[in-house]
Antibody, heavy 119, light 108 residues
Framework: EVQLVESGGGLIQPGGSLRLSCAASGFTVSSNYMSWVRQAPGKGLEWVSVIYSGGSTYYADSVKGRFTISRDNSKNTLYLQMNSLRAEDTAVYYC?????????????WGQGTMVTVSS | DIQMTQSPSSVSASVGDRVTITCRASQGISSWLAWYQQKPGKAPKLLIYAASSLQSGVPSRFSGSGSGTDFTLTISSLQPEDFATYYCQQANSFPPLTFGQGTRLEIK
């Protein structure tokens, strides 16, 4: 079965760091474009970051310089390292497969992991 | 950055109704548009890609149209399970990828 399972969310103080993980099954992370999308409580979807199959990475301006997307091919897992966290980073974080063959639509999503930044 | 604007922000309808949601891009995006459905507490689900292509497994009552700057998502005959929030997303020019603000479809 093709699926994504996120983990690593939680309550963290402002200025702190957290690493989210997204384990994939049924397909190979490194052969695909993979992305993180977040959703603040009661708000809409916000794209955060993408990593291409070739390894190039891109970020939303709101997280650039603070967040790092990466992957571990041996574990078939995607990561999001989040540093210098702010209250406005509070959101459910979803990992998603970003399909070139579907004109760059997100076809597989994880269940989401909640990150709460608060003192 | 390309801005995506959906209308209406919310709509009330009844089972069996035909509903249309509109998404407008701030500049032309050809057909690089996707539509998603999200239910409370759940991840979004891909419905339509390339503006009008139905994702595998999605009921045929969902359809998409448009190109350039104006797009529509139509549900031909609303079913109880269709009450949710719908988002459009452009992929013509990124980064950044951008989503519309969402349209909440409620039961009348």
């Amino acid at each position: 079965e093709v699926q994504l399972v996120e983990s690593g969310g939680g309550l963290i103080q402002p200025g702190g760091s957290l690493r989210l993980s997204c384990a994939a099954s049924g397909f190979t992370v490194s052969s695909n474009y993979m992305s993180w999308v977040r959703q603040a409580p009661g708000k809409g979807l916000e794209w955060v970051s993408v990593i291409y199959s070739g390894g190039s990475t891109y970020y939303a301006d709101s997280v650039k310089g603070r967040f790092t997307i990466s992957r571990d091919n041996s574990k078939n897992t995607l990561y999001l390292q989040m540093n210098s966290l702010r209250a406005e980073d509070t959101a459910v974080y979803y990992c998603a497969r970003f399909r070139r063959g579907l004109q760059f639509a997100f076809d597989i999503w994880g269940q989401g992991t909640m990150v709460t930044v608060s003192s | 950055d390309i801005q995506m604007t959906q209308s209406p922000s919310s709509v009330s309808a009844s089972v069996g109704d035909r509903v249309t949601i509109t998404c407008r891009a701030s500049q032309g995006i050809s057909s690089w548009l996707a539509w998603y459905q999200q239910k409370p507490g759940k991840a979004p689900k891909l419905l339509i890609y390339a503006a009008s292509s139905l994702q595998s497994g999605v009921p045929s009552r969902f359809s998409g149209s448009g190109s350039g700057t104006d797009f529509t998502l139509t549900i031909s005959s609303l079913q109880p399970e269709d009450f949710a929030t719908y988002y459009c997303q452009q992929a013509n020019s990124f980064p950044p990828l951008t989503f519309g603000q969402g349209t909440r479809l409620e039961i009348k």
